[in-house]
Every structure is written in C-alpha cells, then in structure tokens.
C-alpha cells in the first residue's frame, strides 16, 4: 500500500474516532425523556446526563492534546478508543442514573484523545508525504460538524427501535474500528519524553484542573438549586475556586488552561468569548427542542430524530458554502452573517410557542442549519488567524473548551427555565434567553478584527 492510501485510510480512521465526542455529544438529546421516565427523575437532574460529558470533554481536550504531546499521538488516539470501547460496553448495565452519568464522563475522557491526537498525527503525515495538512484537517473538521448534527437522528432511532441503552452500545464497534484502522495504518509514534510518574503528575496542573471542574461544578449547583437552601453558598463557592484557578494557572507553567495566550491576544479572547456564547445559543434548540417535541406533542424519539434531520442537512451544506464565502468576503463578514441568522432564527423559534405542527418544525430546524455550519467554521478559521503557527495546538484545545462551556451554560438554563418539564411556556423563556445572547454574540463579533502582527 502506499503512503498516500495509507494517509487516506490514517484519516478514515482519525475522522471515525474524532466523530465520537461530538456524536455522543449529540445522540443523548432525545433520549433525556425516556431516561426521565426510567430513572424518575425531573429536568434539572436528567441533565446531569449532558453536563457531565461536557465537563469531563472541557477538562481532557488540553491535557490529552499535551499528553499526546508527550507520550505520542497514536498511543494515546488508540487508548482512548480503547476506554470508549470498554466503557459503552458495560454502561447500559448502570444500575443507578449516578453511574450512568460516571460512565458519560470516562467515555468523555476517552474520545477527549481523538481530536487533539489526529491534529498532531495528521501533521506528522502531512511532513512525511510533502503535502498540505489543510484537507485531511477539513475532512476531520467535517466529520466533527457532521456527526453532530446527525447525533438527533441517529439517537432517535436508536432510542425508538432499542432504547437509550443503544445509544453506548453503538460506540463499541465504532470505537474499535478507529483503534484497529489507526493501529494498522497510522505511522508509529517518534521518540517521546519519557519521564516519571510524579513529573506526569506535576507537569499535568492536576489542581489546575480540579479547580477549572470544581468552580463550573458548583456554580452549576447552585443555579440548579441542587441542595435547597445553600445555593448563595455554593455560587460563593464557586467564585472563590475559580478566582484561585486564574491565580494558579498565570503562575503555573506548562498551564493547565494558558489565560497569559488570551491576555496578550485579543482577536483570539473574542473569537473564544463569541464561540461560546454562540454555543450556548445553539445548544438551547439542540438539547431544548427535542423535550419539547417529546414532552408537548407527543412525538416519538424517531420521529423527533427525523425532525432534526434539517438541521443536519443545512449545516452539512453551509460548511463548504461559508468556507468560499470566507475566501472572497473574509472571516469577519462570514462570522458576522452567521450570527445575524442565528439572532434572527432564534427569534423566529417563538412561533413554536404557539404551534408545533411538523412542517414549521422542519423549516426552523432548517434555518438554524445555516448559521451553525457557517459560524461553526469561521469561528475555527478565526482562531486560526489569530494565533501565531507555535501558538496553534494550545489554541485549538481552549476552542474546543469554549464548545464545551457554551452547552453546559445552555443545559443549566434549560433546567433553571424547565425544571418541571419543558412545555410552551418555559421554550418562550429559553427563546428570550437565546435571543438576548444571540445580540451578545453579534456585538462581541463586530468588536473582532483578523489579527495583523
């Protein structure tokens, strides 16, 4: 086989298992019903399911990128499949909604390892074969945005023909196919630093991270409401972590999270600071309209997976599309675009509170599409104009970061809004919500500027 039909099956591979987290990201948003139903359990703790795959995804993209870094790409791409595998088997059998949600953050922590290990093997294969490293890095980028725009369907499927257990069920074979495509055909790992297992420790800010997890943890508590009566206590809790996380990580080096690159880099602060606001917006109607669907209607999980079909489509389709428009009108004019729709559809989610007829569903699924293919790779490009080339790995894991917070912000408001059930009144609440932090997004996007050093 030659090196060029070995890079384009490494890259098979590196897209099937990078594809997972935003999959599996994705997947669960018709299924937080049923696990209602199974589990007995209201709004607010049903989605502890979602949370707490992101807060395990925002705290292990930057340290499996500096892992892989250290003990090499493939090795770490393959244990990570691995755990995922291992994981998903097992899950199903969780005997409480506790353990459930212990078996989203592992199999969180696993596909964490995909993304930033693919950027640096892809790297690696692009130098070995003398070719540019910009296609097989949008076929990875593709997939990502992809599968998480097909995750309603695939899941609605899953969930209406199996059950929610499908939906870790899936990721065995998935999970094994990358292990196996990328153990055969992605070429071996260099020579890595090898060092102790107190220097791993010491060198992986373990503090920086239990202080980034522990601040979100329990200021999510505390707008949850989780333990009745202490909520100004926790928030005050996770006030005082955070700020002890921001003095350690500006003088903890290497840094868990490296607040000194967003403090000499403005461009980069509001392009992360606009991605995550925009993230938060989208994920209101990713995780949101599926419970209302279910809960108001009546639809089944299949149908509300079809339902979300457009969504898919649209933004599969605004990829390419917004990556020309990016070459002859710029990022900027994209970004600003982009997030004008998406203020603008937002908006035009109100009409769900008065009729939920499929049409209208499909239409709005639909335009919501558009700004998220569209702002979803100017973003990215975004980020990548504003870093310098030595800068680009750190910066790639903060991005992903700012997806991460951006969906946990929308699923704590969803419960804060919906704590007993989303119906018409709490969606016209999530829609207010959404529209006042498209504006925020607009007004942080005009701010932005390409960086010119």
């Given at each position: 086989?030659?090196?060029k039909?070995?890079?384009?099956?490494?890259?098979?591979?590196?897209?099937l298992?990078?594809?997972?987290?935003?999959?599996?990201?994705?997947?669960?948003?018709?299924?937080?019903?049923?696990?209602?139903?199974?589990?007995?359990?209201?709004?607010?703790?049903?989605?502890?399911?979602?949370?707490?795959?992101?807060?395990?995804?925002?705290?292990?993209?930057?340290?499996?990128?500096?892992?892989?870094?250290?003990?090499?790409?493939?090795?770490?791409?393959?244990?990570?499949?691995?755990?995922?595998?291992?994981?998903?088997?097992?899950?199903?059998?969780?005997?409480?909604?506790?353990?459930?949600?212990?078996?989203?953050?592992?199999?969180?922590?696993?596909?964490?390892?995909?993304?930033?290990?693919?950027v640096?093997?892809?790297?690696?294969?692009?130098?070995?074969?003398?070719?540019?490293?910009?296609?097989?890095?949008?076929?990875?980028?593709?997939?990502?945005t992809?599968?998480?725009?097909?995750?309603?369907?695939?899941?609605?499927?899953?969930?209406?023909?199996?059950?929610?257990?499908?939906?870790?069920?899936?990721?065995?074979?998935?999970?094994?196919?990358?292990?196996?495509?990328?153990?055969?055909?992605?070429?071996?790992?260099?020579?890595?630093?090898?060092?102790?297992l107190?220097?791993?420790?010491?060198?992986?800010?373990?503090?920086?991270?239990?202080?980034?997890?522990?601040?979100?943890l329990?200021?999510?508590?505390?707008?949850?409401?989780?333990?009745?009566?202490?909520?100004?206590?926790?928030?005050?809790?996770?006030?005082?972590?955070?700020?002890?996380?921001?003095?350690?990580?500006?003088?903890?080096n290497?840094?868990?999270?490296?607040?000194?690159?967003?403090?000499?880099?403005?461009?980069?602060?509001?392009?992360?600071?606009?991605?995550?606001?925009?993230?938060?917006?989208?994920?209101?109607?990713?995780?949101?309209?599926?419970?209302?669907?279910?809960?108001?209607?009546?639809?089944?999980?299949?149908?509300?997976?079809?339902?979300?079909?457009?969504?898919?489509?649209?933004?599969?389709?605004?990829?390419p599309?917004?990556?020309?428009?990016?070459?002859?009108?710029?990022?900027?004019?994209?970004?600003?675009?982009?997030?004008?729709?998406?203020t603008?559809v937002?908006?035009?989610?109100?009409?769900?509170?008065?009729?939920?007829?499929?049409?209208?569903?499909?239409?709005?699924?639909?335009?919501?599409?558009?700004?998220?293919?569209?702002v979803?790779?100017?973003?990215?490009?975004?980020?990548?104009?504003?870093?310098?080339?030595?800068?680009?790995?750190?910066?790639?894991?903060?991005?992903?970061?700012?997806?991460?917070?951006?969906?946990?912000?929308?699923?704590?408001?969803?419960?804060?809004?919906?704590?007993?059930?989303?119906?018409?009144?709490?969606?016209?609440?999530?829609?207010?919500?959404?529209?006042?932090?498209?504006?925020?997004?607009?007004?942080?996007?005009?701010?932005?500027?390409?960086?010119?050093?």
């Amino acid at each position: 086989m030659s090196n060029k039909s070995r890079t384009g099956l490494a890259v098979a591979g590196l897209s099937l298992g990078t594809a997972l987290n935003p999959l599996n990201s994705s997947m669960i948003a018709v299924a937080l019903v049923v696990l209602r139903a199974d589990f007995g359990l209201d709004v607010a703790a049903v989605t502890w399911v979602i949370t707490s795959f992101y807060l395990s995804s925002a705290a292990g993209q930057p340290l499996m990128g500096r892992l892989a870094d250290r003990f090499g790409p493939r090795r770490m791409f393959m244990l990570g499949m691995g755990l995922v595998a291992v994981t998903c088997a097992f899950a199903p059998f969780s005997p409480n909604f506790a353990l459930l949600c212990v078996a989203r953050a592992v199999m969180a922590l696993g596909t964490a390892t995909a993304y930033p290990s693919a950027v640096v093997m892809i790297g690696a294969m692009a130098r070995r074969d003398g070719m540019e490293s910009s296609r097989p890095l949008g076929r990875i980028q593709m997939a990502n945005t992809s599968a998480a725009a097909v995750g309603p369907v695939i899941g609605g499927l899953l969930v209406g023909l199996v059950g929610w257990q499908a939906l870790f069920l899936i990721n065995v074979p998935l999970a094994l196919a990358a292990l196996l495509i990328v153990r055969q055909v992605a070429p071996e790992d260099g020579a890595r630093e090898r060092g102790s297992l107190a220097e791993l420790v010491r060198d992986s800010d373990i503090p920086g991270i239990l202080g980034f997890v522990g601040s979100l943890l329990l200021v999510m508590m505390a707008l949850l409401n989780v333990v009745p009566g202490y909520r100004w206590w926790l928030l005050g809790g996770g006030t005082v972590m955070a700020a002890l996380f921001v003095w350690r990580e500006l003088r903890f080096n290497p840094p868990f999270l490296d607040l000194r690159l967003l403090g000499r880099n403005r461009p980069l602060m509001l392009v992360y600071l606009g991605f995550a606001v925009f993230s938060s917006v989208y994920y209101f109607v990713f995780f949101g309209l599926p419970q209302l669907l279910q809960e108001v209607a009546g639809y089944d999980p299949g149908l509300v997976g079809l339902l979300m079909l457009p969504l898919a489509a649209m933004s599969v389709l605004a990829t390419p599309w917004a990556v020309r428009a990016m070459q002859r009108f710029g990022v900027r004019q994209v970004l600003i675009s982009g997030v004008g729709l998406l203020t603008t559809v937002a908006g035009l989610m109100w009409l769900l509170t008065t009729s939920l007829a499929i049409p209208l569903v499909l239409a709005l699924t639909a335009l919501m599409g558009v700004p998220y293919g569209a702002v979803s790779i100017a973003s990215n490009q975004g980020m990548f104009v504003s870093t310098r080339p030595q800068e680009r790995g750190v910066a790639a894991g903060i991005f992903q970061t700012c997806r991460y917070v951006g969906a946990i912000t929308a699923t704590v408001l969803i419960g804060v809004f919906a704590g007993g059930g989303v119906d018409q009144s709490s969606w016209g609440l999530m829609v207010l919500a959404m529209v006042v932090l498209g504006v925020v997004t607009f007004l942080i996007t005009l701010l932005w500027r390409e960086r010119t050093e």
